[in-house]
T-cell receptor, first 114, second 113 residues
Framework: NAGVTQTPKFQVLKTGQSMTLQCAQD?????MSWYRQDPGMGLRLIHY???????DQGEVPNGYNVSRSTTEDFPLRLLSAAPSQTSVYFC?????????????FGSGTRLTVV | DQQVKQNSPSLSVQEGRISILNCDYT??????FLWYKKYPAEGPTFLIS?????DKNEDGRFTVFLNKSAKHLSLHIVPSQPGDSAVYFC????????????FGAGTILRVKS
């Protein structure tokens, strides 16, 4: 049981480049989310999904795009990378979406934009 | 507007003693509160949660207390162990807004042996 798998683990981008951060879960969870972690700011929600075909914005959605065509996958697209998007990105999934059992997180993608 | 606040950036505790991590919130409509532990280079791991209708939840060495009137919750770890050294995040969610998690900034716990 792999849980939540994020790829790549590390990435360096040049300003203006685009890329997709991959997230896959094998637990048949309906709820999936993307967070970014910055020093002193905890984790901030970028986008989330409550099921295939349904997505919504979180706290810091600008510059990011998501889609959810299957239950298993929830990719995060950076449209035109900026240095302000240098961060550690975490994908998470949950069966209930509630505090019961919480969310399962991936190990993260460390992104540097130069 | 920071809805979930962890005002102590770090805490240092001796092995075997109690660790108390605090969290304050501003939104009285939160339905659930959760604690996560995070080691370097790993994703956060769910630790324990509490419903807004309860005031205490216990799981082994970990107990979470909720004081709704003060909009305050705390995580107690007894006894503390060196392996507990990590960053602890408090988080809250509201059913009305899709149960999205709102995190505090985290507290670094160091347990000295």
């Amino acid at each position: 049981n792999a849980g939540v798998t994020q790829t790549p683990k590390f990435q360096v981008l040049k300003t203006g480049q685009s890329m997709t951060l991959q997230c896959a879960q094998d637990m048949n969870h309906e709820y999936m989310s993307w967070y970014r972690q910055d020093p002193g700011m905890g984790l901030r929600l970028i986008h989330y999904s409550v099921g295939a075909g349904i997505t919504d914005q979180g706290e810091v959605p600008n510059g990011y795009n998501v889609s959810r065509s299957t239950t298993e996958d929830f990719p995060l697209r950076l449209l035109s990378a900026a240095p302000s998007q240098t961060s550690v990105y975490f994908c998470a999934s949950s069966y209930t979406g509630t505090g019961v059992g919480g969310y399962t997180f991936g190990s993260g993608t460390r992104l540097t934009v130069v | 507007d920071q809805q979930v606040k962890q005002n102590s950036p770090s805490l240092s505790v001796q092995e075997g003693r109690i660790s108390i991590l605090n969290c304050d919130y501003t939104n009285s409509m939160f339905d659930y509160f959760l604690w996560y532990k995070k080691y370097p280079a790993e994703g956060p791991t769910f630790l324990i949660s509490i419903s807004s209708i309860k005031d205490k939840n216990e799981d082994g060495r970990f107990t979470v207390f909720l004081n709704k009137s003060a909009k305050h919750l705390s995580l107690h770890i007894v006894p503390s162990q060196p392996g507990d050294s990590a960053v602890y995040f408090c988080a809250a969610q509201q059913r009305e807004y899709g149960n999205k998690l709102v995190f505090g900034a985290g507290t670094i716990l160091r347990v000295k042996s």
